[in-house]
Antibody, heavy 123, light 107 residues
Framework: EVQLVESGGGLFQPGRSLRLSCVAS????????MHWVRQIPGKGLEWVSG????????GYADSVKGRFTISRDNAKNSLYLQMNNLRTEDTAWYYC????????????????WGQGTLVNVSS | DIQMTQSPSSLSASVGDRVTITCRAS??????LSWYHQRPGKVPKLLIY???RLRSEDPSRFSGSGSGTVFTLTISSLQPEDFGTYFC?????????FGQGTKLEIK
C-alpha cells in the first residue's frame, strides 16, 4: 500500500523559509515521478511542482517559480519542497503525491496522496 | 495557462440517479484529462485518467468520456458514498490545472 507522510508545516511569517518533507513507503520510490499539490482549506486544488524519477526534469507553477525548489533523495525515499520568501497566499494544505508515471510530463496523474501538511503564512 | 471550468458547481441528487459533471478546457488537451474525488476531510483520490480509464479498484458505475475540450464524468447509479467534491485536471501542459470542483450532495 502506498504511504506518503508529509512534515514541516506550521505557522510562518511572510518572507521566511521552510522545507517540507515527504517520506514514501509501500512502493518503489525511484520508479515514479513525484509532485506537490496544494489546497487552500475548503477550496480547490493547485499543482505546485513535479519532478521525474531521476530528478532530471522538473517544473513549477508560475505562482511559486523562483521561490520554491523541489528535490528528492531516492536513497531515503524522500521528496522535498524548499519554500523561500513565503507569501500569505502560500497558506494551504500541501500534499505529496505519487505519479502513475516514471517521467515528468504530459499524462501525469496522482494515484497516491499523503495526508498533507498545513502551511500557514501570517504576520 | 489552460483554464478548466466545471459545471455545475454543485448539485444535489438522489440515490440511484444518473449524474453527469462536465469539464471544459480553454484549449485542446488531447487525452490528458483526469477526475479526482474528495470526500469531506479526506484527501483527493484518482478516479479516472486519460479521459475514460477507470482505476481497477473503482466501481464501474463511474465513467468518463469526451474529447478535445469538453469532457464528462458520469455516475450511472448514484450511491451514498459518492458524495463529496469532484475535480477534473488537465495534464497536457504545465501548469497542470484543476477545475474549480463540483460539490455533489446526496438528497
Amino acid at each position: 500500500e502506498v504511504q506518503l507522510v508529509e512534515s514541516g508545516g506550521g505557522l510562518f511569517q511572510p518572507g521566511r523559509s521552510l522545507r517540507l518533507s515527504c517520506v514514501a513507503s509501500g512502493f518503489r520510490f525511484d520508479d515514479y515521478a513525484m509532485h506537490w499539490v496544494r489546497q487552500i482549506p475548503g477550496k480547490g486544488l493547485e499543482w505546485v511542482s513535479g519532478m521525474s524519477w531521476n530528478s532530471a526534469t522538473k517544473g513549477y507553477a508560475d505562482s511559486v517559480k523562483g521561490r520554491f525548489t523541489i528535490s528528492r533523495d531516492n536513497a531515503k525515499n524522500s521528496l522535498y519542497l524548499q519554500m523561500n520568501n513565503l507569501r500569505t497566499e502560500d497558506t494551504a494544505w500541501y500534499y505529496c503525491t505519487k505519479d502513475i508515471l516514471t517521467y515528468y510530463g504530459s499524462g501525469t496523474y496522482y494515484d497516491g496522496w499523503g495526508q498533507g501538511t498545513l502551511v500557514n503564512v501570517s504576520s | 495557462d489552460i483554464q478548466m471550468t466545471q459545471s455545475p458547481s454543485s448539485l444535489s441528487a438522489s440515490v440511484g440517479d444518473r449524474v453527469t459533471i462536465t469539464c471544459r478546457a480553454s484549449q485542446t488537451i488531447s487525452s490528458f484529462l483526469s477526475w479526482y474525488h474528495q470526500r469531506p476531510g479526506k484527501v483527493p483520490k484518482l478516479l479516472i485518467y486519460d479521459i475514460s480509464r477507470l482505476r481497477s479498484e473503482d466501481p464501474s458505475r463511474f465513467s468518463g468520456s469526451g474529447s478535445g475540450t469538453v469532457f464528462t464524468l458520469t455516475i450511472s447509479s448514484l450511491q451514498p458514498e459518492d458524495f463529496g467534491t469532484y475535480f477534473c485536471q488537465q495534464s497536457y501542459d504545465t501548469p497542470y490545472t484543476f477545475g474549480q470542483g463540483t460539490k455533489l450532495e446526496i438528497k
